[in-house]
């Protein structure tokens, strides 16, 4: 089955502790990104990958860092999380290309920094 | 920049009647729209799109008309169920910022027996 995995699915850490969110695709797609989903403001992107090792800032990037070391990985990490990162993160990826492709979305990170 | 404006939600509607979620948008040139709904504790699924002007996408009894004289992307569903509960996102991409979707605040839909 195509699908994009997260985990963990929900998190509770406190100010400080350092985490990471790993998201895995088994499509073979070449971009992938992680967007938060904050009431109000619907879903903006945090960090995106065009292929292996390119990585580049989205709209949010302040206090996130990613890695691509292979195609089907693009963990999400927080070095020092703060509370203003308590949000619901989401992993999408899809293939380069064309404008209108279709994007494929986790199931989602609620993520509660104390 | 580019932006997406859609109507405020919570919708609230009764089983079997017309549903219409507003959308409109800024953007340079000639975006892709789409909308995503997103079901209860789940991640966002593609209902549908349009990538360019005139289109109609359509999908699960939902439609929407891309049109460029208005930027609009307007939602619309003749007869909802119970299970069209959710929250709708509309979309939109362009060719200068391939791969990211520019989403608006999102409308909570939900449909009563």
């Known amino acids: 089955e195509a699908q994009v995995t997260q985990n963990p699915r929900y998190l509770i850490t406190v100010t400080g502790k350092k985490l990471t969110v790993t998201c895995s695709q088994n499509?073979?797609?070449?971009?992938m990104s992680w967007y938060r989903q904050d009431p109000g403001l619907g879903l903006r992107q945090i960090y995106y990958?065009?292929?292996?090792?390119?990585?580049d800032k989205g709209d949010v990037p302040e206090g996130y860092k990613v890695s691509r070391k292979e195609k089907r990985n693009f963990p999400l990490i927080l070095e020092s999380p703060s509370p203003n990162q308590t949000s619901l993160y989401f992993c999408?990826?899809?293939?380069?290309?064309?404008?209108?492709?279709?994007?494929?979305f986790g199931p989602g990170t609620r993520l509660t920094v104390l | 920049g580019d932006s997406v404006t859609q109507m405020e939600g919570p919708v609230t509607l009764s089983e079997e009647a017309f549903l219409t979620i507003n959308c409109t948008y800024t953007?340079?040139?000639?975006?892709?729209l789409f909308w995503y709904v997103q079901y209860p504790g789940e991640g966002l699924q593609l209902l549908l799109k349009?990538?360019?002007?005139?289109d109609k996408g359509s999908n699960k009894g939902f439609e929407a008309t891309y049109r460029k004289e208005t930027t609009s992307f307007h939602l619309e569903k003749g007869s909802v169920q119970v299970s069209d509960s959710a929250v709708y996102f509309c979309?939109?991409?362009?060719?200068?910022?391939?791969?990211?979707?520019?989403f608006g605040a999102g409308t909570q839909v939900v449909v009563t027996p």
């Open positions: 990958s065009m292929n292996v090792e390119v990585t």
């Open positions: 499509m073979n797609h070449e971009y």
């Open positions: 999408a990826s899809t293939i380069a290309g064309s404008s209108g492709n279709e994007q494929f």
């Open positions: 979309a939109l991409m362009t060719t200068d910022s391939w791969g990211k979707l520019q």
């Open positions: 349009a990538t360019k002007a005139d």
């Open positions: 953007a340079t040139g000639y975006p892709s």
